[in-house]
């Protein structure tokens, strides 16, 4: 196989010489677990807060980020919601509790449903759909898909939507549309946050957000939705990692095996359906072999792509880092004001 050499001195990244592939980001679980626990311990004594607050989703982010917040500041300081709404997979709730009673932590169940209704989420989304397809209504369901981005070309995307009997098809999104359906959807992870912060403040705890690497390099996030907290322990690490950190917390096996899910759209969605180029293991080694300028061949090889299509995803992540740079700005100011910061 090929040999790259890494560049950078990171105790996270690959020594010299290493062979490309999924063993460059292997970490020292352990020694990581403490060195979150302790940034974690000091971030609160930092922000005088005494415990953390996150919303359990069941997937594999929140989940680890739940064991390590109760490793942090002990089980008795943390507290999880579920917030499950009109669209949501069930089993999104059953695993959520099952992580909390898992690692002893007290929750609360928040059905946004009703605020998402009264707010017009599933209306207006609605109304924008069948400004493409017409008979949409009840019985129906729908999700966003993007095109295949190791094609290349421009990442459009598709309304796919259901009729009751089940029958599916795939449509073009005139602009306007595509923006109001995903202007009515982001009211969920909106929405979420509310209720993330209410608890925090009457707790006087801080809110965890929950994004790893791949999320938080690529704005796969609402901006003042799930993309707002006060404290993100695992935005530095490859989705890869955060798998491997899960089995060394003991996170139930049954989240360990689940494949991500937006869990956002009526229909079914995975990730990678959504937003990623590709499936989480390969987009890791492709961000990886980006951040430390590995040839698109060495990649290719160690995922079974040709070159050609490696660089479509890379050009693809570069887009993706300018389109949702803005997501990462704190509000912009005339002149700075000296006296805050």
């Known amino acids: 196989m090929t040999q790259v050499k890494a560049m950078t001195s990171s105790p996270r990244s690959a020594s010299d010489g290493q062979i490309f592939g999924p063993d460059m980001l292997k970490i020292d679980l352990e020694a990581e677990t403490q060195r979150i626990v302790q940034a974690l311990r000091q ?7 005494r415990g953390l607050v996150l919303g ?5 982010d929140s989940s680890v980020c ?13 507290f ?5 709404e009109n669209d949501s997979d069930p089993d999104s709730l059953r695993l959520g509790r099952a992580v909390a009673d898992a690692f002893g932590i007290e929750s609360v169940v928040e059905d946004i449903g009703p605020t998402l209704s ?3 989420c599933y209306s207006r989304r609605d109304d924008f759909i069948r400004s493409i397809v017409p008979d949409y209504g009840a019985g129906w369901a729908s999700k966003v898909a993007i095109a295949n981005a190791t094609e290349g070309g421009f990442s459009l995307s598709y309304l796919v939507v259901a009729d009751p009997d089940g029958n599916q098809s795939r449509h073009r ?3 306007g549309a595509y923006l109001g359906i995903v202007a009515a959807t982001n009211m969920k992870q909106r929405t979420r946050k509310q209720l993330e912060y209410y608890h925090a403040d009457r707790l ?8 790893n690497r791949l999320e938080y390099d690529q704005g796969f996030f609402v901006k003042n939705g799930d993309g707002a907290a006060d404290v993100k322990p695992i935005a530095h690490l490859y989705k890869s990692q955060v798998y491997a950190l899960a089995a060394h917390l003991g996170v139930p096996e049954e989240i360990q095996a689940r494949q991500p899910t937006t869990d956002t759209y009526s229909l079914a969605q995975s990730q990678e359906e959504f937003y990623f180029s590709l499936p989480w293991d390969r987009m890791d080694l492709c961000l990886y072999g980006l951040n430390h300028a590995v040839p698109a061949e060495t990649i290719g090889a160690a995922i079974g792509l040709s070159a050609d299509e490696v660089t479509h995803v890379l050009t693809d992540i570069g887009a993706k880092r300018r389109a949702t740079r803005y997501l990462h700005e704190a509000p912009l100011l005339v002149e700075r004001v ?3 910061g």
């Not at 971030?43 to 807060?49: E, I, P, S």
């Not at 359990?56 to 594999?60: C, E, P, R």
């Not at 999880?80 to 499950?84: E, V």
């Not at 006087?204 to 957000?209: D, E, H, K, P």
């Open 173 to 175: 999104m005139p602009h």
């Open 338 to 340: 000296a006296e805050i």
């Open 118 to 120: 009264a707010m017009g």
């Open 66 to 78: 739940a064991a390590l917040a109760v490793k942090a500041v002990g089980a008795k300081n943390v």
């Open 43 to 49: 971030q609160l004594r930092g922000q005088r807060k």
């Open 80 to 84: 999880a919601i579920f917030m499950p």
């Open 204 to 211: 006087n705890f801080a809110v965890l957000g929950t994004p």
């Open 56 to 60: 359990l989703s069941g997937g594999i």
